[in-house]
């Protein structure tokens, strides 16, 4: 999905890499190297999570959302399509929670933002979780497992090592496994687990 495809996503999401540079030199929501690149390293990263999603999901939990990817990025994109997918994101440093909250409101994306642990989140039963470069692969399973409605689907974005990540997950967890390839990183995939359960 690029930038422009859907129609007002652009202009959201050019408000949101405006605060991201705003923010970021107080509270370092993205690595300052990658600043220059937000648009095809994260962005893009996101946006492809969004892309292999199921359809209209009720409700989306992303995890450890940190400067917003890839929650914010695909609450925005799920909102300029119309869908009424209720997004909520899960950050226990409140000073990126609070970051979240603005991007929520100054950009009409309407999520919702938890600063809590994710280990003291109640169950959600989410149609989708997402993470993004929070934790392995098998603490990511221990992490969405009570979080997931019967059927829903858990979508990694993973690095080179995804498919060692996979195998180490595999030794403690049960589940059925497609893989996406990265538009954005030839090395990188995108996990999506169905069935997740202990092995």
């Not at 705003?22 to 996101?46: E, F, M, Q, T």
């Not at 959600?124 to 221990?142: F, H, I, K, M, Y």
């Not at 997931?148 to 990540?165: M, Q, S, V, Y």
């Amino acid at each position: 999905m690029g930038f422009g495809e859907v129609p007002g996503l652009l202009s959201g999401l050019e408000q949101f890499v405006a605060l991201i540079q705003k923010w970021n030199p107080a509270i370092n929501l993205i690595s300052r190297d990658s600043l220059a690149a937000v648009w095809s390293r994260h962005i893009g990263d996101s946006l492809q999570v969004f892309s292999v999603a199921p359809i209209d999901p009720k409700l989306w939990l992303d995890l450890g959302s940190g400067g917003g990817f890839p929650g914010a990025v695909v609450a925005m994109a799920a909102r300029a399509q119309g869908l009424k997918t209720r997004f909520v994101l899960v950050e226990a440093d409140q000073r990126k929670a609070a970051f979240l909250r603005t991007v929520s409101r100054e950009t009409g994306a309407a999520f919702e933002v938890v600063a809590d642990r994710i280990e003291g989140l109640a169950p959600q039963n989410a149609d989708v979780v997402s993470a993004r470069a929070l934790a392995s692969l098998s603490d990511l399973c221990g992490y969405a497992v009570r979080h997931l409605a019967l059927g829903g689907t858990a979508i990694f974005p993973k690095g080179r090592g995804a498919d060692h990540e996979v195998e180490e997950a595999r030794k403690t967890w049960r589940f059925d496994l497609a893989r996406e390839p990265s538009l954005t990183d030839p090395d990188a995939k995108i996990l999506l687990l169905k069935g997740l359960r202990r092995g």
